[in-house]
C-alpha cells in the first residue's frame, strides 16, 4: 500500500488563534513521528442543522487559512455548498475543497459547484451523502470527472440512520468498497471522527478502514477539543492524534496475507465488542427506567408475553448450530435473571 493520505484539522475554524495552534500542534506532532500532513481541513461554512449554531467564521477565515498554506507548505481544504464559496476559495487561492454530506444529497447543487469548478485547479473530496445511497454518490463524483477535474477523492463518513448503534453515523464498508470498484484510481478515504462522533471510538474505524485497502484518513484534531464549538466529543489533539496514528498497523508492515485478515478480523470483533458493551449497558439503564415505571404502577415485575417476544427475536437471529443455540440459551437467561434482580432492587 502506498503512503496513507493523512487530512486533518478543526471541524470548524473558530478564530486565528485557534487554527495556528492546531496547524503548529500537528505539525511539531506528526514530524516527531515522521508522519506527514497532506491537507490542514477546517469547515469555515458548516451547514449546521439547527440555526443559529456556530458555523465557522465565513470568509474572515480565508486568510488566515491562505497564511497556512503558506507558512506550512500544507494545502487547505475547506467544505463548500454553494459556487459563490468555490470562487472565494480561489481568491485566496485555497488548493482544495470537500462537498459535505448534506450538500452531496442535492444533485443540483454538486452540479453548479462542479460546473463551476471547471477548468480550475482545486483537489475535489467528495463525502459520502447522508443516506446510504452509493448511486447518488457514484452521481457527484462522475460530476466533477465529467467536468475535466482530475484530483478528485471519496471520502467515507458514515451514514444517517435510526437503527441503534453507538456511532453518530453507522459506517458502511460495503458501499465504500462497491465505490471503490467502480473508481479504482480515486482515492477513498475514511472519516472516522463523523463515523465516531465520540473520540474513543476513531482508532478502531481507523485499522477497519485501513484493512479494508482505504487509501487515507481524515480526522478532526483541534488545540482544545474539550473546546470546541463543533463536534466537541469527537475531536482530538495532535498530540493525541499524532499518537494514535503512530500505533495504526499499515499493511506494508504486514509480513504475510494471513497476518493481514486476522488483524482486520480482530478489528472487527473489538468493534463488535464494543458496540455490545456500549449497548448491553444502555440495555441495562433502560431496564431500571422500566422498574420505576412498573414500581410507580403497581405492575408486575415478570411479564411473560414480553419476554417470550425478546427470546423469539433473538431465536430468529440464531445461528443454527448446537453450540451457538445452547450458547444463547444460557445467555438469556443470565440476561433475564439480571434484569429482574435489577428491578427488585
Ligand atoms: C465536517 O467534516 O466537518 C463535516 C461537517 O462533515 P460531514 O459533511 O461529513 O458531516
Ligand atoms: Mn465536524
Redesign the pocket.
Known amino acids: 500500500m502506498a503512503k496513507p493520505i493523512l487530512i486533518a484539522g478543526p ?1 470548524a475554524a473558530e478564530s486565528k488563534e485557534q487554527l495556528l495552534l492546531t496547524a503548529n500542534g500537528l505539525r511539531d506532532s506528526l514530524l516527531r513521528r515522521g508522519l506527514h500532513l497532506d491537507f490542514f481541513r477546517t ?1 469555515i461554512w ?1 451547514p449546521r442543522s439547527k440555526p443559529g449554531d456556530f458555523a465557522g467564521c465565513g470568509e474572515e477565515a480565508l486568510p488566515w487559512l491562505q497564511f497556512i498554506q503558506q507558512e506550512y507548505d500544507i494545502p487547505v481544504c475547506v ?1 463548500i455548498g454553494t459556487a459563490e464559496q468555490l470562487d472565494l476559495c480561489e481568491k485566496y487561492d485555497i488548493k482544495a475543497v470537500w462537498i ?3 450538500t452531496a444529497v442535492n444533485p443540483m447543487a454538486v452540479q453548479e459547484i462542479a460546473t463551476a469548478a471547471r477548468n480550475r485547479d482545486f483537489t475535489v473530496l467528495v ?1 459520502n451523502p447522508m443516506v446510504a445511497d452509493l448511486k447518488l454518490w457514484v452521481g457527484n463524483i462522475e460530476r466533477f470527472l465529467n467536468v475535466g477535474l482530475t484530483k478528485v477523492m471519496a471520502v467515507h ?1 458514515g451514514f444517517a440512520d435510526s437503527s441503534e448503534s453507538v456511532y453518530r453515523n453507522r459506517p458502511s464498508w460495503e458501499i465504500a468498497i462497491d465505490l471503490k470498484v467502480r473508481f479504482p484510481q480515486i482515492p477513498l478515504l475514511c ?1 472516522p471522527s ?1 463515523i465516531a462522533g465520540q473520540r474513543q471510538y476513531i482508532a478502531q474505524l481507523s485499522q477497519i478502514a485501513l484493512d479494508y485497502g482505504f487509501d487515507g484518513l481524515m480526522i478532526e484534531s483541534h488545540c482544545q477539543p474539550d473546546q470546541a464549538l463543533s463536534d466537541a466529543a469527537q475531536q482530538l489533539t495532535p498530540e493525541e492524534l499524532a499518537q494514535m496514528l503512530s500505533e495504526l498497523k499499515f499493511k506494508d508492515a504486514m509480513t504475510s496475507p494471513a497476518e493481514n485478515e486476522l488483524r482486520k478480523q480482530r478489528t472487527q470483533i473489538h468493534n463488535i465488542d464494543t458496540q455490545l458493551s456500549v449497548l448491553l449497558s444502555k440495555r441495562m439503564k433502560i431496564v431500571d427506567s422500566i422498574a420505576k415505571i412498573k414500581a410507580e404502577h403497581n405492575l408486575p415485575v415478570v411479564q411473560p408475553e414480553q419476554w417470550n417476544k425478546v427470546v423469539r427475536m433473538y431465536q430468529d437471529n440464531s445461528l443454527q448450530d448446537d453450540d451457538y443455540q445452547e450458547f444463547i440459551t444460557e445467555f438469556l437467561e443470565l440476561l433475564h435473571q439480571s434484569s429482574i434482580k435489577r428491578q427488585r432492587k
Open positions: 471541524c469547515g458548516k467544505e459535505g454530506a448534506r463525502k463518513r472519516d463523523h
